[in-house]
């Protein structure tokens, strides 16, 4: 098990940048594939991206594809989601979690961060 924290949030312009952190806390950090999550307000929580190891491959929605960047620093046990070009869509609260390697649940989450665009 993990323990989850994130930060980085806030109140930001469209067009504007953040840049989310995770730090997590307990078992071998490289032993977790890290997702970043987000769930806008009334809809579902979906997966934005997740990294296995330190520039692995990536795969993004189309909907911040261009525009988000996750990264991890196992050194620092830290997960990090850059996002750029920020639209109003992309408000909502964003999520840190973890899964441990071949497993196919996320079974560690974070408290959340607030994410708020205004246009």
């Known amino acids: 098990q993990v323990q989850l924290v994130e930060s980085g949030g806030g109140l930001v312009q469209a067009g504007g940048s953040l840049r989310l952190s995770c730090a997590a806390s307990g078992r071998t950090f490289s032993n977790y594939v890290m997702g970043w999550f987000r769930q806008a307000p009334g809809k579902d929580r979906e997966l934005i991206a997740d990294?296995?190891?330190?520039?692995?491959?990536?795969e993004y929605p189309d909907s911040v594809k261009g525009r988000f960047t996750i990264s991890r620093n196992n050194d620092k046990k830290t997960v990090y989601l850059q996002m750029n070009s920020l639209k109003p869509e992309d408000t909502g609260v964003y999520y840190c979690?973890?899964?441990?390697?071949?497993?196919?649940?996320?079974?560690?989450w974070g408290q959340g961060t607030q994410v708020s665009v205004s246009s």
């Open positions: 990294i296995i190891t330190p520039g692995g491959g990536v």
């Open positions: 979690a973890a899964r441990r390697l071949g497993a196919a649940e996320y079974d560690d």
